[in-house]
């Protein structure tokens, strides 16, 4: 399968605990997008990066969490300390973004959080 | 910060009628995109908007891009229960590095009443 995989589908934590969530997008894609959905709400950007460069991350993301892409491959997504609020699908997105084009984004079958 | 709207929230239609969403961005967009999410899925490129004025047609499904490039509409022509889903567009505000984000919209839940 090449498209987008997350890991893992389903993570259900105490609240305090942290979590990490993996991504691994299609191999030749230079950008990678993560969203948060909730019930019923559109994907709610959290942050994004072209290669290994993080170039955004919302204003409404707290210190709590933090993303990553070593070598402009897979990225991890990490919640410390959660919190009830916290839960939520959690999307990744990859696209193919050669400067000045934007391109359709595929994404994963998502990470369900349950904070409990 | 960008924001994208959609109307209405919520559509309801007996199956063989029309559908449109609309959308709407605070800024103007390089391009708009349309996802399509089925319950419980991911959300699914339907297609994409690049030029001001821009008409595009998918068999019963129609797009369009506003002139000024901070609208876009969704039409669906005698809808049909496999058309179920959640229809979000998603822009990318225009800029001069052309490395914007994708905003997505608050999405329009269409149901089919049998």
């Known amino acids: 399968d090449t498209g987008v995989s997350q890991n893992p589908r389903h993570k259900i934590t105490k609240r305090g605990q942290n979590v990490t969530f993996r991504c691994d997008p299609i191999s030749e894609h230079n950008r990678l997008y993560w969203y948060r959905q909730t019930l019923g709400q559109g994907p709610e950007f959290l942050t994004y990066f072209q290669n290994e460069a993080q170039l955004e991350k919302s204003r409404l993301l707290s210190d709590r969490f933090s993303a990553e892409r070593p070598k402009g491959s897979f990225s991890t997504l990490e919640i410390q300390r959660t919190e009830q609020g916290d839960s939520a699908m959690y999307l990744c997105a990859s696209s193919l973004n050669p400067p000045g084009l934007n391109t359709e984004a595929f994404f994963g079958q998502g990470t369900r959080l349950t904070v409990v | 910060g960008q924001q994208v709207m959609q109307i209405p929230q919520y559509q309801h239609v007996q199956e063989g009628e029309d559908f449109t969403t609309y959308c709407n961005s605070s800024?103007?967009?390089?391009?708009i995109q349309w996802y399509k999410q089925r319950p419980g899925g991911h959300p699914v490129f339907l297609i994409q908007l690049v030029k001001s004025g821009e008409v595009k047609k998918q068999k019963r499904l129609t797009f369009q891009f506003g002139e000024a490039k901070k609208n876009s509409s969704l039409h669906i022509t005698a809808t049909q229960t496999t058309d179920v889903g959640t229809y979000f567009c998603?822009?990318?505000?225009?800029?001069?590095?052309?490395?914007?984000?994708?905003?997505f919209g608050t999405g329009t839940r269409l149901t089919i009443i049998p």
């Open positions: 800024t103007t967009l390089s391009n």
């Open positions: 998603a822009g990318q505000e225009e800029s001069n590095f052309g490395n914007e984000k994708l905003t």
